[in-house]
């Protein structure tokens, strides 16, 4: 990849740098890696605006190698069918939220990090469906959120914050 990105999502694993990896570019278009090779790179209709939230959603399917990404509850055109079709991501990974790894919990880029806040950060080993991101993209209060990720899911995953990063309450929706 050639230019700036900023990732949000890096899952490295010992075989495998890029396992799983989401970024944006600095035209706004938004990326999905699996096993190394760039998968999915769309445009969104709405524009990301600077200091407002955006519910950014990628899918991907192994069974059936279709690849979606969503933002603010809307799909985007782009998305791809014949991805990845039949892989699997590796076990014994690490997940690095707002930098690229270039190895296992290292060989970081500060050109490549995320300046900037996430929250409600999930993964699911199922696909969710256009109701369900809709859904998610609604910040709904906390009450009445009922669809969590199975295997990273935001308010019970521990994270730990490394280089000034701050853990702060999710108060996005509130």
């Not at 050639?2 to 899952?11: A, C, E, N, R, V």
């Not at 076990?91 to 409600?120: I, M, N, P, W, Y």
């Not at 859904?135 to 009445?144: I, R």
């Not at 995953?157 to 280089?163: H, M, N, S």
Request: charged share 15%.
């Amino acid at each position: 990849m050639i230019g700036t990105y900023l990732h949000m999502f890096s899952y490295a694993t010992a075989k495998q740098d890029n396992e799983l990896l989401t970024c944006i570019d600095e035209q706004g278009t938004l990326h999905l890696n699996v096993h190394g090779s760039p998968q999915l790179q769309v445009q969104c209709p709405n524009q990301i605006h600077i200091g407002k939230w955006h519910h950014v959603c990628h899918t991907w399917s192994s069974w059936e190698g279709e690849a979606t990404i969503a933002m603010d509850g809307f799909h985007c055109k782009g998305n791809a069918t014949g991805i990845a079709v039949g892989a699997t991501l590796s076990q014994g990974g690490l997940v690095v939220l707002g930098q690229d790894q270039d190895s296992v919990g290292g060989k970081f880029d500060a050109e490549q990090s995320l300046e900037g806040e996430l929250s409600e950060l999930n993964l699911w080993n199922t696909v969710l469906n256009h109701e369900q991101i809709k859904y998610l993209s609604k910040c709904a209060h906390p009450s009445e959120r009922h669809i969590h990720g199975n295997i990273i899911q935001w308010d019970k995953t521990q994270f730990k914050a490394y280089d000034g990063v701050v853990l702060s309450p999710n108060e996005i929706c509130a």
